[in-house]
T-cell receptor
Framework: EPEVTQTPSHQVTQMGQEVILRCVPISNHLYFYWYRQILGQKVEFLVSFYNNEISEKSEIFDDQFSVERPDGSNFTLKIRSTKLEDSAMYFC????????????????FGPGTRLTVL | QKEVEQNSGPLSVPEGAIASLNCTYSDRGSQSFFWYRQYSGKSPELIMFIYSNGDKEDGRFTAQLNKASQYVSLLIRDSQPSDSATYLCAVNGEAGRRALTFGSGTRLQVQP
């Protein structure tokens, strides 16, 4: 069964450093997402991406964050200058294009990258 | 501010019983509703989705949606110890939006 994959599984970085989290969405999916979950808290939406551009983003997704689809398979989240409060699990998800005019879309999550900022 | 509310639990049920998990949401324009299961330290796993009022059954799981009451529930029949996890309710907004708003989850414990 196809699945979303993410690398690395755990990333430790120093405050102020740049990190890139990588994801390979399910191959025939067209919508890609990043979510994060701070330990003990809710899963929070960061950004969605379709047709090589951001389609939605949350207030969390500020100028420190960027996303890119550098090739036909990878989808990346870059945090330019990490802060202590960026420590969280980051989940990539993908969904296919059932109907762009509706919100009917089942999103499938990858295993996550645990980001620890020291 | 769109909210999705769930009782944090833990909800404890004996093996073989029916577990009932509830969720309310604040955005009346919400179109689609999802239940995810999350084991400790793992990612959310999609187990059910529902788009229309009424019931939707899939194996031991039944999702129920009442848009007038802004209420969605998940029933798990014949609960097994392996069902012990946190169950997350997630809601999409109005048409065309795809961001999921998650509840904080209900922790289910199935006692052998």
């Amino acid at each position: 069964e196809p699945e979303v994959t993410q690398t690395p599984s755990h990333q430790v970085t120093q405050m102020g450093q740049e990190v890139i989290l990588r994801c390979v969405p399910i191959s025939n999916h067209l919508y890609f997402y990043w979510y994060r979950q701070i330990l003990g808290q809710k899963v929070e939406f960061l950004v969605s991406f379709y047709n090589n551009e951001i389609s939605e983003k949350s207030e969390i997704f500020d100028d420190q964050f960027s996303v890119e689809r550098p090739d036909g398979s990878n989808f990346t989240l870059k945090i330019r200058s990490t802060k202590l409060e960026d420590s969280a699990m980051y989940f990539c998800a993908s969904s296919d294009l059932r109907d762009r005019a509706t919100s009917y879309n089942e999103q499938f999550f990858g295993p996550g990258t645990r980001l620890t900022v020291l | 501010q769109k909210e999705v509310e769930q009782n944090s639990g833990p909800l404890s049920v004996p093996e073989g019983a029916i577990a009932s998990l509830n969720c309310t949401y604040s955005d009346r324009g919400s179109q689609s509703f999802f239940w995810y299961r999350q084991y400790s330290g793992k990612s959310p796993e999609l187990i059910m989705f529902i788009y229309s009022n009424g019931d939707k059954e899939d194996g031991r799981f039944t999702a129920q949606l009442n848009k007038a009451s802004q209420y969605v529930s998940l029933l798990i029949r014949d609960s097994q110890p392996s069902d012990s996890a946190t169950y997350l309710c997630a809601v999409n907004g109005e048409a065309g939006r795809r961001a999921l708003t998650f509840g904080s989850g209900t922790r289910l414990q199935v006692q052998p």
